[in-house]
C-alpha cells in the first residue's frame, strides 16, 4: 500500500518556466510533509517543507502548496533552471507517539529543464 | 561541519553472503535512519536509531538489521543476501525526531 504517490515519473520543462510537482498521500495522519531533490550518484537533499496547519510555504524560487481536503500536494519551481534538473522526492511523517519519527517517501518524479 | 559519510560506497556480494554497511551521522546528531532505494520502488524505510535504541522499523524482513553506537555512528547488516536486495542504501541523520534528515550520498550495493 503506497501511503504516499508521485503519479508522474517524469516532468519536462523549459527553463523560466514554471515546473509543477505534483504528490498525493492517503494517510491522513501525516502531518509534516517535505521535498527532497535527489542528483545522481548523491544522497537527497532537503528542499522545503510544510506543516500541516500551513497551506503555502515559500522559499526563494520553490513553493510547496498543501490541500488538506484533497490529500495532495505540490511544488512549484519559479522560474525554472538547467541545474533544477534531478528527481524529486515528496516525503510525509507524523508523530506516530513519544519519539517515534520516520518519513514515507513516493517513487520520485525526474525533473528536465531544456535550456 | 562534514556531512553524513557513508562506506563504502560501492560493494559487490555474491548470493548468499552477508553485508555491513556503515554511517557516520553529522556530528552532534543523535537520529540516524537507513533507506533502500531501488527503481521499482523508490525510498523505503528500513529502521530509525536513536541513542542507541531502534526506534522505528520498517517493513523489512528479519535479514536486515542494524545497530548504533555510543558515538552515533550506525551500521546495517544484511544477511543471506538475495538478488532483491541490490539497491542504494542511504543512511540520513537530524538532530532529533522531527527534524529535516540530511543524507549521505549512499552505498550502492549489488549481489550477483
Known amino acids: 500500500d503506497q501511503q504516499v504517490k508521485q503519479n508522474s515519473p517524469s516532468l519536462s520543462v523549459q527553463e523560466g518556466r514554471i515546473s509543477i510537482l505534483n504528490c498525493d498521500y492517503t494517510n491522513s495522519m501525516f502531518d509534516y510533509f517535505l521535498w527532497y531533490k535527489k542528483y545522481p550518484a548523491e544522497g537527497p537533499t532537503f528542499l522545503i517543507s510544510i506543516s500541516s496547519i500551513k497551506d503555502k510555504n515559500e522559499d526563494g524560487r520553490f513553493t510547496v502548496f498543501l490541500n488538506k481536503s484533497a490529500k495532495h500536494l505540490s511544488l512549484h519551481i519559479v522560474p525554472s533552471q538547467p541545474g533544477d534538473s534531478a528527481v524529486y522526492f515528496c516525503a510525509a511523517t507524523y508523530n506516530s507517539g513519544g519519539s517515534n519519527y520516520k518519513l514515507t517517501f513516493g517513487k520520485g518524479t525526474l525533473l528536465t529543464v531544456n535550456p | 561541519k562534514a556531512g553524513v559519510t557513508q562506506t563504502p560506497r560501492y560493494l559487490i556480494k555474491t548470493r548468499g553472503q552477508q553485508v555491513t554497511l556503515s554511517c557516520s551521522p553529522i556530528s552532534g546528531h543523535r537520529s540516524v535512519s537507513w533507506y533502500q532505494q531501488t527503481p521499482g520502488q523508490g525510498l523505503q524505510f528500513l529502521f530509525e536509531y536513536f541513542s542507541e535504541t531502534q526506534r522505528n522499523k520498517g517493513n523489512f524482513p528479519g535479514r536486515f538489521s542494524g545497530r548504533q553506537f555510543s558515538n552515533s555512528r550506525s551500521e546495517m547488516n544484511v544477511s543471506t543476501l538475495e538478488l532483491g536486495d541490490s539497491a542504494l542504501y542511504l543512511c540520513?541523520?537530524?538532530?532529533?525526531?522531527?527534524?529535516?534528515?540530511?543524507f549521505g550520498p549512499g552505498t550502492r550495493l549489488t549481489v550477483t
Open positions: 540520513a541523520s537530524s538532530l532529533a525526531a522531527g527534524d529535516e534528515q540530511y
